[in-house]
């Protein structure tokens, strides 16, 4: 599976968000092998499960979330990745800073739903996780479509 393509979900703590997006995608594509999929934070603490919230809202949608654990951002997995999707315009900043060798492989997860940015839902209740999941569902069609036709 050498010419399988990676993408890695990228937010902040690796707890909430691109966790969230990790499980949703590979639910999404379900038998596809030809797509695997990650996540990562820029400030994450390596080993860190997902938060409550986000393990519930993944729970009330049929996806087992105990595989998930918390990555920090690293050349390794970014280089592993063939789509880095961020969050927010801050993460995108912080990858380019960072690791501006793989520039060509950053995007924002709104530019799948027409542009914004994915709040961080931390703190803000179970409403703003489920608002999060429905940004995610709306965006991984898009998501899959891109990621089967990019060359």
Same mark, same amino acid.
């Given at each position: 599976?050498?010419?399988?393509k990676?993408?890695?979900?990228?937010?902040?703590?690796?707890?909430?968000?691109?966790?969230?997006?990790?499980?949703?995608?590979?639910?999404?594509?379900?038998?596809? &092998?030809? *797509?695997?999929?990650? !996540?990562?934070? =820029?400030? +994450? #603490?390596?080993?860190?499960?997902? @938060?409550?919230?986000?393990?519930?809202?993944?729970?009330?949608?049929?996806?087992?979330?105990?595989?998930?654990?918390?990555?920090?951002v690293? &050349?390794? *997995?970014?280089?592993? !990745?063939?789509? =880095?999707? +961020? #969050?927010?315009?801050?993460?995108? @900043?912080?990858?380019l800073?960072?690791?501006?060798?793989?520039?060509?492989?950053?995007?924002?997860?709104?530019?799948?739903?027409?542009?914004? &940015?994915?709040?961080?839902?931390?703190?803000?209740?179970?409403? +703003?996780?489920?608002?999060?999941?429905?940004?995610?569902?709306?965006?991984?069609?898009?998501?899959?479509?891109?990621?089967?036709?990019?060359?």
């Open positions: 599976m050498s010419n399988a990676h993408v890695l979900f990228v937010c902040t703590g690796n707890t909430c968000r691109s966790p969230m997006a990790e499980a949703m995608l590979r639910d999404a594509l379900g038998s596809d &092998e030809s *797509i695997t999929v990650g !996540s990562a934070g =820029v400030a +994450a #603490m390596d080993g860190q499960p997902a @938060s409550e919230e986000t393990q519930e809202i993944l729970r009330g949608r049929d996806i087992d979330p105990s595989c998930l654990r918390s990555t920090m690293n &050349e390794e *997995i970014l280089e592993e !990745s063939t789509a =880095v999707i +961020a #969050m927010t315009n801050s993460h995108l @900043s912080l990858l800073r960072a690791y501006p060798q793989f520039e060509g492989r950053y995007c924002l997860l709104g530019d799948f739903i027409g542009g914004g &940015e994915v709040p961080d839902p931390i703190g803000l209740g179970m409403h +703003a996780y489920e608002q999060v999941a429905r940004v995610f569902e709306s965006a991984m069609p898009e998501i899959i479509d891109a990621l089967h036709y990019s060359d």
